[in-house]
């Protein structure tokens, strides 16, 4: 069973930077099409993030995010980083990973099967 394990994350001061991890057990990350990154805050809809083709490296960013977030895969230790800088407030959220063996529109949830659980980024001003 695919199983997305999640850490890092935190509190942070606006300005900062922060990092998030996304670990797959079970299955390499090999056998997906893509990895990526999608949040939610309190009262608001799910947004997506980032994303990372597994076979090329291609990635997405959101552009409210560009210059500021970037996304990487460690193939070695099967895990995929979100990376994030210049954090402002309006970022505080939880982050979820999320991997699919389908190559659709990265920005849809949709697309996706697997889930990791969420961790909390907290940016306070």
């Known amino acids: 069973q695919v199983q997305l394990v999640q850490s890092g994350g935190g509190s942070v001061q606006a300005g900062g930077s922060l990092r998030v991890s996304c670990a797959a057990s079970?299955?390499?990350?090999?056998?997906?099409?893509?990895v990526g990154w999608f949040r939610q805050a309190p009262g608001k809809e799910r947004e997506e993030v980032a994303a990372?083709?597994?076979?090329?490296?291609?990635?997405f960013i959101a552009d409210s995010m560009k210059g500021r977030f970037t996304i990487s895969q460690d193939n070695d230790n099967n895990t995929v980083w979100l990376r994030m800088g210049s954090l402002k407030p309006e970022d505080t959220a939880m982050y979820y990973c999320?991997?699919?063996?389908?190559?659709?529109?990265?920005?849809?949830?949709?697309?996706?099967?697997?889930w990791g659980q969420g961790t909390q980024v907290t940016v306070s001003s």
């Open positions: 990372i083709v597994i076979s090329t490296g291609l990635t």
């Open positions: 079970g299955y390499s990350y090999s056998r997906f099409c893509i």
């Open positions: 999320a991997t699919s063996d389908r190559c659709n529109t990265w920005s849809r949830a949709t697309t996706y099967n697997y």
